[in-house]
């Protein structure tokens, strides 16, 4: 299945997401968090996870079809993505907090699919399933972290995996270290998310 996937990822991704700011359209109504923009559609809640010691929006949850959507744009080198490294360090992640990973070539290129145990150091009884999906694109890497229904039901996974792909990052010029989390920041009205 690699023939369909470029060095940057998805061999569709520039025109079915997730998009560029370059390839957005500049027409829809986005909900401008910094570093990404979402599409607000129905029954779509959005909520912003910040730091507390620093005070800074380190991720964008989305929940959506009875399933949640963590998501989380880095910059990345101009050469290389940085999904297929940043697998290997999930997969490292979960097997030491006593999980199980596999992974699978899903809608959106290679995944993880995780049983994440709920209580860190837990006998392994209490776990939740969790996909951890990602893109390179253009300078960018979009990670996903799927939980809920989406996670193992194919329609509520089909609903979620479109709302990934309607994500549009915004990278922005300044230069960047690759990992660096590009800047998220509250939508720009009250009442707009």
Not at 88 to 95: F, L, P, S
Not at 100 to 127: C, M, Y
């Amino acid at each position: 299945m690699t023939d369909d996937l470029t060095s940057d990822g998805l061999a569709d991704r520039a025109t079915a997401g997730p998009f560029d700011e370059a390839e957005a359209n500049p027409v829809r109504p986005y909900i401008d968090l910094g570093g990404i923009k979402i599409l607000p559609r129905e029954g779509l809640n959005l909520r912003l996870e910040v730091e507390e010691q620093t005070k800074r929006i380190v991720a964008v949850s989305l929940d959506y079809a009875d399933s949640s959507l963590q998501v989380q744009p880095f910059a990345a080198p101009r050469s290389t993505g940085l999904w297929e490294e940043t697998r290997a360090q999930i997969r490292e992640q979960v097997t030491q907090q006593g999980g199980r990973v596999e992974e699978r070539e899903g809608p959106l290129g290679p995944e993880l699919l995780a049983e994440v145990p709920t209580v860190a150091g837990a006998d392994g009884s209490a776990t939740r399933l969790a996909r951890f999906i990602g893109v390179d694109g253009p300078r960018w890497f979009l990670r996903g972290v799927i939980g809920g229904a989406a996670a193992s039901d194919l329609d509520a996974a089909a609903q979620v995996e479109d709302l990934f792909r309607s994500i549009v990052v915004v990278r922005g010029g300044t230069p960047m270290p690759p990992r660096d989390l590009i800047p998220l920041r509250m939508p720009a009205t009250p009442g707009s998310a």
